[in-house]
């Protein structure tokens, strides 16, 4: 390949190169170019002597710390100048170091991938994945990503994003949570790195063990959920059952300890001895299924226009309409974190987890159904972790900007609050005199039956007025956990976000009566 035939994007990708001003992509798109082509390869070394030739004609080439040159005035006090190399050995280093460098990056790029893919591959198999939802797993150091339903083997993995549930050859049901780095070296064992983990252990995976960097934990049949926090801490939390805690500092002749239901403890690094703390169930998702329960049949024999049960979803990121519908309008969930996933431990199965304004989580509808009757109600739970200032549950609007409710939270007081529009340009305001109780699961229901506006807490009236001017919609934006203003080039800005978590929201275009609301805030499941 001489310089009159040498491709353009060669000779410029070559000049980038040595320049030291090339992009990944380009280096790693001059990488297998002279992996592919011999004369490539020979212009490569030619192009690096040329460029060493001028260095030592300009006479910077002397200056670079070449390996093996000395100084004699490290032997020699008086001496005054450096001894520099041979032309000849110069231009030879040079080009060497460059054909290491190549080298180099064909070993990271290509070689040790496929060294650690043929590992992998030959590796026992210990299970399958089961499910994802927003996320998959990769096995570290290759480009392997795990489908759904395929073979799990031993190696180290990481989940960037979402979540992952498998099952091991022991029957053992394994659910985790980005951002997560972990190795599972057989069915009976897993180190886990960083990331949160739960597991259901039936009897056949007694003994199962999560090593952590700060304890070995050993379950004796249980259900039981952990949380690695890099370096810096490990907790562990038994919902039912028994597991056994070796911290690893721990002096041999500590014995362990031994956690039961509703148990849990933490072990931070550096600190021999672990500490109690509180079970934290809200934590940890423990199941990517949405059980059909009671409560679920009672809102789907009043046959709502919309139901929202915040169940799992494959893409991690699809709001799932669940009303007993043709036509079902699913909605879209935004999430300013990369990690993690919006979905979380709910009232019933999972729920959707929100932080407030500090990563601006919120659901959209955009074509949700509206009550065309002078009659609806609208139910949910809620658990507040903080009282922001107003923040929003759920609101809709159609193009005007209001629609026929908003749920939240009454500005600094933080007393649950629902307003809706009179129909004149005011609107009327309901409040709980009550503040929302800090992380507890309430329920929440407005009911609007033509005469009436009622808002219900846990089952009971906490405010109603006289209201006859129910805004009649087909469809309408729904929002929930954030405040939906358009901005000037009409795109959905949100604002007043939840704290929190919301699940099971439904609607439906017919009025509650009272006693039906109680038997839904106090269905047990």
């Not at 310089?3 to 001059?30: M, N, Y």
């Not at 893919?117 to 590796?123: F, P, T, V, Y």
């Not at 601006?360 to 949910?380: H, K």
Request: glycine share 8%.
């Amino acid at each position: 390949m001489s310089d009159e035939s040498t491709p353009v994007d060669f000779r410029d990708l070559l000049e980038a190169v040595i320049d030291g001003v090339a992009s990944p992509e380009e280096k790693r798109k001059l990488a297998l170019i002279i992996k592919s082509d011999p004369a490539a390869r020979k212009q490569y070394i030619q192009h690096c002597e040329m460029h060493a030739a001028l260095a030592w004609q300009h006479g910077v080439l002397d200056q670079l710390p070449f390996p093996g040159q000395f100084d004699e005035s490290e032997s020699n006090p008086g001496a005054k100048n450096v001894i520099p190399f041979p032309i000849h050995r110069a231009l030879k280093i040079v080009a060497l170091a460059a054909c290491i460098a190549l080298v180099g990056f064909f070993v990271y790029q290509g070689v040790l991938p496929s060294l650690e893919r043929k590992a992998w591959l030959s590796s026992k198999s210990v299970g399958s994945i089961d499910r994802y939802s927003g996320g998959q797993l990769v096995v570290s150091g290759t480009n392997i990503a795990i489908d759904q339903g395929e073979i799990l083997r031993a190696g180290e993995y990481s989940l960037a994003k979402g979540l992952a549930a498998f099952t091991l050859s022991n029957k053992v049901e394994v659910l985790l949570e980005a951002p997560a780095h972990f190795e599972i070296v057989s069915h009976d064992l897993i180190h886990l790195h960083e990331g949160k983990l739960s597991a259901h252990v039936p009897p056949e995976g007694i003994g199962f063990t999560i090593d952590t960097p700060h304890a070995q934990v050993v379950d004796h049949g249980t259900v039981f959920a952990i949380e690695v926090a890099g370096e810096r801490q490990s907790e562990v939390h038994v919902f039912s059952g028994e597991v056994e805690v070796k911290p690893h500092d721990a002096p041999p002749e500590e014995s362990s300890l031994t956690l039961t239901t509703s148990q849990a403890t933490r072990i931070q690094s550096g600190i021999t001895a672990p500490f109690g703390i509180e079970l934290d169930p809200e934590r940890f998702l423990r199941s990517l299924d949405e059980p059909p329960l009671r409560y679920f049949k009672q809102i789907r024999k009043e046959a709502p226009i919309a139901y929202y049960r915040m169940a799992v979803s494959e893409d991690g990121k699809t709001l799932l309409d669940r009303a007993p519908t043709e036509s079902p309008k699913h909605g879209i969930i935004h999430q300013q974190s990369e990690h993690g996933s919006p979905f979380c431990t709910g009232r019933f199965g999972a729920g959707l987890r929100f932080k407030g304004g500090a990563e601006r989580t919120y659901a959209i509808v955009e074509d949700c159904p509206g009550s065309l009757n002078n009659e609806f109600t609208v139910t949910a739970w809620v658990y507040a972790t903080s009282r922001a200032r107003s923040a929003t549950i759920a609101k809709t609007k159609d193009e005007t900007g209001s629609g026929q409710f908003m749920l939240g939270l009454f500005r600094d007081h933080g007393g649950l609050e629902a307003r809706l529009p009179n129909g004149n340009g005011t609107t009327l305001h309901l409040s709980d005199s009550t503040p929302m109780p800090l992380r507890e699961w309430q329920h929440i229901a407005l009911v609007v039956d033509g005469n009436l506006a009622r808002l219900y807490r846990n089952g009971h009236i906490v405010a109603e007025e006289p209201y006859t001017k129910t805004k009649k919609l087909a469809s309408q934006v729904l929002s929930i956990g954030a405040f939906l203003n358009r901005d000037e080039a009409g795109n959905f800005e949100p604002s007043r976000f939840w704290d929190g978590k919301i699940d099971e929201l439904s609607i439906h275009d017919i009025a509650f009566p009272p006693e039906q609301i109680l038997t839904l805030a106090s269905s047990p499941q």
